[in-house]
């Protein structure tokens, strides 16, 4: 009897570490930012489409609005970019496009064809200030709060859900906190 | 609309899977004949149905349809006809469907070709298989859908990966799927023969057709797997020791155990136990390797994209199949050995050497594929396992295999003499002995280990070549028997794969250079001259060719033409291998990168690796062994016998 | 004890003497050949692991890669935000190799402060990032520096 019960213990056993890689894999995705409750990272980049200007960090100051790291060739940019839009639309706070390592007419098409939800689109041709902001996916959205510091991070595509559940309660305590 | 369609299939066969998973289980228990009947009607649905869907997803490739997500990830408007065809399966979500449809196939088959036996048995072996099947499409259409829109629809897709848009992925999943899943056919036998109480060993004649021809297909695809990697990924190298490698590497290990264990078990009734859980563990490291590549746990160049989500549903379903197959093995598996005892020295002690062996050998893959893991768990740090850990502990484990595998096929069942095998196996020793002198001796740099290898493959070649003489001389004809042939040409494919293997690792050559055109090298007996560059254009890439001009003995011999591509769509580079083959060495060169602004000078890699091609060729010869052990009719001819034996029993014609 | 007995205990004996010796082979082999991953904030705290070869993974830094005019040896800098490390490579590198890119480099750092690099890795997709290069850029926090600042 005893063993016959071995391999099933020894599976058992393998299974608990499985679990445990689970967690931690989990873990790799799901690690808090340590940008969270920091400030945003410095950055003055050209505005897509207007030859000559560039915005800053401190352009932005005063109201909340949600960095939205996103390029033409990455597909699940474009399966986010209808909650995105609702999100603009609805007012709640601004949305500013970062388009990263990308081609700028590539960018421009891209916004023509599926709308263009952003205030502004910033160009961040080489990734530097992806890399500052921590993206190694895209898209990844960073929700800023008026005075500049990163409240939330999203990685991956936005959903409704995660408008509902994070961001949306986090801008109201933000308007009646401060 | 039409894709929708697909999804409606997939549900239906879900259902249909639950149906052949209950019902003819139930009438397993309760005497219920239809209930049982139902096991083939679902089988062929369900095989119908994931055609169905199979074909939905293939027509929405081939047509371009961007709004589905998955062609967009994974295709483009310029990617040749072919490859629309095998990117189906090129990413994850198409990839497990494949699977899931495969198994279904097998089921199907299973279905078809089993009429002949006992009608409990073969329900609950549909039932069983039923289960795997339904847990799949649930994991298929709650986490990896591959059916679902992309709104708004994609003006243009994101391309197949290049490294993909090559032969080796049309052909390299599918046959190693068909090898993988198939053992869920063994599996399914085993767990019948647990739930039915079985003492009887027909059952393990049953499933050894069934067995080998899912050996077969799993021994070609693991080494087109390895020859593609060789020729599409520029290094020269052909098994890297990577966590997906070692995924379809374990059950193969379980597998070639498994399909002599068989043997044993019908023969002599003995190793009853062991062909249980190694039919049981061999499918059980086929869903723990298709674990171990999604879920995010290892990471490998390899690996598809990783979900820890997709994990956690496939840990729960391979908790579920494994653990209570061998929740079901504690409890019920014989308490007693069954069949003859044996002496020291008979097959049956060699064969359990070679069971043995091989179960030490696949504990140990698994053990370094998810040692990194442990250390991570642990918290001790990152760690990754180098190949020669591998290697070493391989080359070491193969010794006492190799010295039992001549011996075993020449020795008797149940008790032979040492003195009877000596005087047969005195002239493969010799040869064998002879033959790694004279490489040791003639070959510069082998080292012994590499000699003692071919050594080994010269002892398992000629053993098994002179038993062939043998066995033709005593019935003095030149009629081999079917099984001979296959046993035979199983064992010279390891022999010619250990020769390969230990001739390419001992003595390759290999150098990075810096080329310009004019430029010449000389390695191993042969020179390459460097007649630059020029630019040819694909279907969807542009390529800098380069030209080399391969000469020996100052006769030219052949050109090659290694290529460096850009793929438009996704705008990045990949190398293409130029290789001239050969029986006893391929030559081979890729380029590198461009040195200079001009791309006058090139970064190149020029490769001599003497007797590569045995190793596939050995895997090939080995496939045509379980293939052709497979088709015995022995299996079908002892069905229709105990036929007749039985009185009263009808056949359930469905 | 039959002889039937006495040999079934032989051999049980033979198989557990043999399959532990495989297992204590196994794992010195394992151990031996354990690839530690390092990262450059590691490097610089001098937070290295007991063997001599190991992993350094990280972002490659901008306008870092410099080939010789001669050979194949190439220099770059592999950051992760916070340190960087000089590696030194005599060799082709992956297609996928690029500035701002998540690479591996295996090799041995050299008295002199620079790591030799035998082996440099890069996965064949150009958004992936291995986890451990993720987590250490993470770990590091990023400063307000670019991680990846060219030489102006």
Same mark, same amino acid.
């Given at each position: 009897?005893?063993?016959?019960?071995?391999?099933?213990?020894?599976?058992?056993?393998?299974?608990?570490?499985?679990?445990?890689?689970?967690?931690?894999?989990?873990?790799?995705?799901?690690?808090?930012?340590?940008?969270?409750?920091?400030?945003?990272?410095?950055?003055?980049?050209?505005?897509?489409?207007?030859?000559?200007?560039?915005?800053?960090?401190?352009?932005?100051?005063?109201?909340?609005?949600?960095?939205?790291?996103?390029?033409?060739?990455?597909?699940?940019?474009?399966?986010?970019?209808?909650?995105?839009?609702?999100?603009?639309?609805?007012?709640?706070?601004?949305?500013?496009?970062?388009?990263?390592?990308?081609?700028?007419?590539?960018?421009?098409?891209?916004?023509?064809?599926?709308?263009?939800?952003?205030?502004?689109?910033?160009?961040?041709?080489?990734?530097?200030?992806?890399?500052?902001?921590?993206?190694?996916?895209?898209?990844?959205?960073?929700?800023?709060?008026?005075?500049?510091?990163?409240?939330?991070?999203?990685?991956?595509?936005?959903?409704?859900?995660?408008?509902?559940?994070?961001?949306?309660?986090?801008?109201?305590?933000?308007?009646?906190?401060? | 609309?039409?894709?929708?369609?697909?999804?409606?299939?997939?549900?239906?066969?879900?259902?249909?899977?639950?149906?052949?998973?209950?019902?003819?289980?139930?009438? +397993?228990?309760?005497?219920?004949?239809?209930?049982?009947?139902?096991?083939?009607?679902?089988?062929?649905?369900?095989?119908?149905?994931?055609?169905?869907?199979?074909?939905?997803?293939?027509?929405?490739?081939?047509?371009?349809?961007?709004?589905?997500?998955?062609?967009?990830?994974?295709?483009?408007?310029?990617?040749?006809?072919?490859?629309?065809?095998?990117?189906?399966?090129?990413?994850?979500?198409?990839?497990?469907?494949?699977?899931?449809?495969?198994?279904?196939? %097998?089921?199907?088959?299973?279905?078809?070709?089993?009429?002949?036996?006992?009608?409990?048995?073969?329900?609950?072996?549909?039932?069983?298989?039923?289960?795997?099947?339904?847990?799949?499409?649930?994991?298929?259409?709650?986490?990896?859908?591959?059916?679902?829109?992309?709104?708004?629809?994609?003006?243009?897709?994101?391309?197949?990966?290049?490294?993909?848009?090559?032969?080796?992925?049309?052909?390299?999943?599918?046959?190693?799927?068909?090898?993988?899943?198939?053992?869920?056919?063994?599996?399914?036998?085993?767990?019948?023969?647990?739930?039915?109480?079985?003492?009887?060993?027909?059952?393990?004649?049953?499933?050894?057709?069934?067995?080998?021809?899912?050996?077969?297909?799993?021994?070609?695809?693991?080494?087109?797997?390895?020859?593609?990697?060789?020729?599409?990924?520029?290094?020269?190298?052909?098994?890297?020791?990577?966590?997906?490698?070692?995924?379809?590497?374990?059950? %193969?290990?379980?597998?070639?155990?498994?399909?002599?264990?068989?043997?044993?078990?019908?023969?002599?009734?003995?190793?009853?136990?062991?062909?249980?859980?190694?039919?049981?563990?061999?499918?059980?490291?086929?869903?723990?390797?298709?674990?171990?590549?999604?879920?995010?746990?290892?990471?490998?160049?390899?690996?598809?994209?990783?979900?820890?989500?997709?994990?956690?549903?496939?840990?729960?379903?391979?908790?579920?199949?494994?653990?209570?197959?061998?929740?079901?093995?504690?409890?019920?598996?014989?308490?007693?050995?069954?069949?003859?005892?044996?002496?020291?020295?008979?097959?049956? +002690?060699?064969?359990?050497?070679?069971?043995?062996?091989? +179960?030490?050998?696949?504990?140990?893959?698994?053990?370094?594929?998810?040692?990194?893991?442990?250390?991570?768990?642990?918290?001790?740090?990152?760690?990754?396992?180098?190949?020669?850990?591998?290697?070493?502990?391989?080359?070491?484990?193969?010794?006492?295999?190799?010295?039992?595998?001549?011996?075993?096929?020449?020795?008797?069942?149940?008790?032979?003499?040492?003195?009877?095998?000596?005087?047969?196996?005195?002239?493969?020793?010799?040869?064998?002995?002879?033959?790694?002198?004279?490489?040791?001796?003639?070959?510069?740099?082998?080292?012994?280990?590499?000699?003692?290898?071919?050594?080994?493959?010269?002892?398992?070649?000629?053993?098994?070549?002179?038993?062939?003489?043998?066995?033709?001389?005593?019935?003095?004809?030149?009629?081999?028997?079917?099984?001979?042939?296959?046993?035979?040409?199983?064992?010279?494919?390891?022999?010619?794969?250990?020769?390969?293997?230990?001739?390419?690792?001992?003595?390759?050559?290999?150098?990075?250079?810096?080329?310009?055109?004019?430029?010449?090298?000389?390695?191993?007996?042969?020179?390459?001259?460097?007649?630059?560059?020029?630019?040819?254009?694909?279907?969807?890439?542009?390529?800098?060719?380069?030209?080399?001009?391969?000469?020996?003995?100052?006769?030219?011999?052949?050109?090659?033409?290694?290529?460096?591509?850009?793929?438009?769509?996704?705008?990045?580079?990949?190398?293409?291998?130029?290789?001239?083959?050969?029986?006893?060495?391929?030559?081979?060169?890729?380029?590198?990168?461009?040195?200079?602004?001009?791309?006058?000078?090139?970064?190149?890699?020029?490769?001599?690796?003497?007797?590569?091609?045995?190793?596939?060729?050995?895997?090939?010869?080995?496939?045509?062994?379980?293939?052709?052990?497979?088709?015995?009719?022995?299996?079908?001819?002892?069905?229709?016998?105990?036929?007749?034996?039985?009185?009263?029993?009808?056949?359930?014609?469905? | 004890?039959?002889?039937?007995?006495?040999?079934?205990?032989?051999?049980?004996?033979?198989?557990?003497?043999?399959?532990?010796?495989?297992?204590?082979?196994?794992?010195?082999?394992?151990?031996?050949?354990?690839?530690?991953?390092?990262?450059?904030?590691?490097?610089?705290?001098?937070?290295?692991?007991?063997?001599?070869?190991?992993?350094?993974?990280?972002?490659?830094?901008?306008?870092?890669?410099?080939?010789?005019?001669?050979?194949?040896?190439?220099?770059?800098?592999?950051?992760?935000?916070?340190?960087?490390?000089?590696?030194?490579?005599?060799?082709?590198?992956?297609?996928?190799?690029?500035?701002?890119?998540?690479?591996?480099?295996?090799?041995?750092?050299?008295?002199?402060?620079?790591?030799?690099?035998?082996?440099?890795?890069?996965?064949?997709?150009?958004?992936?990032?291995?986890?451990?290069?993720?987590?250490?850029?993470?770990?590091?926090?990023?400063?307000?520096?670019?991680?990846?600042?060219?030489?102006?």
């Amino acid at each position: 009897m005893n063993s016959r019960v071995l391999p099933l213990m020894a599976f058992v056993l393998l299974v608990a570490l499985l679990v445990v890689g689970l967690k931690i894999a989990d873990r790799k995705t799901q690690l808090p930012s340590p940008l969270i409750n920091k400030p945003a990272p410095a950055f003055n980049l050209p505005v897509l489409g207007q030859a000559g200007r560039t915005m800053s960090r401190e352009s932005f100051l005063g109201t909340p609005y949600l960095v939205n790291f996103w390029a033409s060739w990455c597909v699940t940019c474009r399966v986010e970019h209808p909650v995105i839009t609702d999100l603009a639309r609805s007012g709640a706070l601004r949305v500013i496009g970062f388009n990263f390592r990308d081609e700028n007419a590539d960018a421009l098409a891209w916004l023509a064809q599926f709308g263009n939800p952003y205030e502004v689109t910033l160009v961040d041709l080489d990734g530097r200030i992806s890399i500052d902001f921590g993206v190694y996916a895209a898209p990844e959205s960073f929700l800023v709060d008026p005075s500049g510091v990163i409240v939330f991070k999203q990685l991956g595509a936005m959903t409704h859900d995660i408008i509902e559940t994070e961001i949306l309660p986090r801008i109201a305590s933000m308007e009646s906190g401060n | 609309m039409t894709v929708e369609l697909g999804q409606i299939a997939l549900l239906a066969a879900l259902l249909t899977s639950f149906s052949l998973g209950l019902f003819p289980m139930i009438g +397993t228990y309760t005497g219920n004949r239809r209930l049982m009947a139902i096991s083939t009607s679902a089988a062929l649905i369900q095989c119908l149905l994931l055609l169905v869907a199979f074909g939905i997803l293939t027509s929405a490739f081939v047509n371009q349809d961007f709004s589905v997500e998955y062609v967009a990830r994974n295709s483009n408007s310029l990617l040749p006809l072919h490859y629309r065809y095998s990117a189906v399966w090129s990413a994850h979500e198409g990839s497990l469907l494949l699977w899931e449809l495969i198994l279904g196939l %097998w089921i199907a088959a299973v279905a078809l070709f089993s009429k002949r036996l006992p009608e409990v048995f073969r329900a609950r072996v549909l039932a069983v298989l039923g289960w795997v099947s339904a847990g799949f499409l649930l994991f298929i259409l709650f986490t990896s859908n591959p059916f679902g829109r992309l709104i708004p629809s994609a003006a243009e897709g994101l391309d197949l990966n290049p490294l993909l848009q090559d032969f080796g992925l049309i052909v390299h999943p599918p046959l190693l799927y068909m090898g993988y899943v198939g053992f869920s056919v063994a599996f399914a036998f085993a767990v019948a023969a647990l739930l039915g109480g079985e003492i009887s060993r027909d059952w393990v004649r049953w499933s050894r057709p069934w067995t080998l021809v899912a050996w077969a297909f799993l021994t070609i695809g693991i080494a087109l797997g390895s020859w593609w990697a060789y020729y599409e990924l520029g290094w020269g190298g052909w098994w890297f020791w990577d966590p997906v490698e070692n995924a379809s590497f374990m059950p %193969w290990l379980v597998g070639s155990a498994l399909i002599h264990s068989q043997a044993v078990t019908e023969k002599r009734g003995a190793f009853g136990n062991w062909t249980l859980l190694l039919a049981i563990s061999a499918f059980s490291l086929s869903l723990l390797g298709t674990f171990l590549v999604r879920s995010g746990v290892l990471t490998s160049v390899h690996a598809f994209a990783s979900d820890p989500t997709r994990g956690i549903f496939i840990l729960i379903y391979l908790a579920l199949v494994v653990g209570g197959s061998l929740a079901l093995y504690a409890a019920r598996a014989p308490k007693m050995i069954q069949g003859g005892g044996f002496a020291g020295l008979s097959r049956e +002690t060699l064969l359990l050497i070679n069971n043995l062996v091989l +179960t030490v050998m696949a504990a140990m893959v698994l053990t370094g594929t998810l040692y990194p893991l442990l250390i991570d768990a642990l918290g001790a740090g990152k760690i990754s396992v180098g190949p020669p850990y591998f290697g070493f502990l391989f080359s070491w484990l193969l010794v006492p295999m190799v010295l039992a595998l001549p011996i075993g096929i020449y020795s008797r069942w149940q008790q032979d003499s040492a003195s009877r095998l000596a005087g047969r196996l005195m002239w493969p020793l010799l040869i064998s002995l002879v033959v790694g002198a004279g490489f040791w001796i003639t070959v510069p740099g082998i080292g012994l280990v590499a000699a003692a290898g071919v050594s080994g493959g010269v002892w398992v070649t000629a053993g098994s070549l002179f038993y062939v003489g043998q066995h033709m001389s005593k019935k003095k004809h030149f009629k081999i028997p079917a099984s001979i042939l296959a046993m035979t040409l199983g064992h010279v494919g390891l022999g010619f794969f250990l020769i390969g293997v230990s001739l390419t690792s001992a003595t390759s050559s290999e150098q990075h250079l810096r080329m310009e055109a004019g430029d010449q090298h000389v390695m191993s007996g042969y020179t390459f001259e460097f007649n630059g560059t020029r630019i040819v254009q694909g279907p969807n890439y542009t390529a800098d060719e380069g030209e080399f001009i391969v000469a020996k003995n100052n006769r030219e011999i052949t050109r090659l033409y290694p290529q460096k591509r850009q793929y438009a769509q996704r705008g990045n580079s990949m190398t293409e291998a130029a290789i001239d083959p050969g029986f006893t060495r391929d030559l081979y060169v890729s380029l590198g990168e461009p040195l200079d602004d001009r791309g006058q000078a090139w970064a190149v890699r020029i490769y001599y690796k003497p007797f590569i091609r045995w190793i596939w060729l050995g895997s090939i010869l080995m496939m045509f062994g379980g293939f052709l052990a497979a088709g015995n009719k022995r299996y079908r001819r002892k069905i229709r016998a105990n036929k007749t034996e039985q009185t009263g029993t009808k056949e359930v014609t469905a | 004890m039959t002889p039937t007995r006495k040999r079934r205990l032989i051999a049980v004996l033979v198989i557990i003497l043999g399959v532990g010796a495989a297992a204590v082979v196994a794992m010195k082999a394992l151990n031996e050949n354990m690839l530690f991953f390092v990262s450059p904030t590691d490097v610089e705290e001098q937070n290295l692991p007991a063997g001599k070869r190991f992993r350094l993974g990280g972002l490659v830094a901008g306008g870092s890669v410099s080939r010789a005019s001669d050979s194949l040896s190439v220099k770059f800098v592999v950051t992760d935000g916070a340190a960087s490390v000089d590696v030194m490579y005599d060799g082709i590198l992956p297609d996928l190799f690029r500035e701002g890119q998540g690479i591996i480099a295996i090799g041995e750092l050299r008295p002199e402060g620079y790591f030799e690099a035998a082996e440099v890795l890069a996965k064949h997709d150009e958004n992936y990032m291995p986890p451990e290069v993720a987590d250490a850029l993470e770990k590091s926090g990023h400063t307000v520096e670019s991680a990846t600042e060219k030489d102006t």
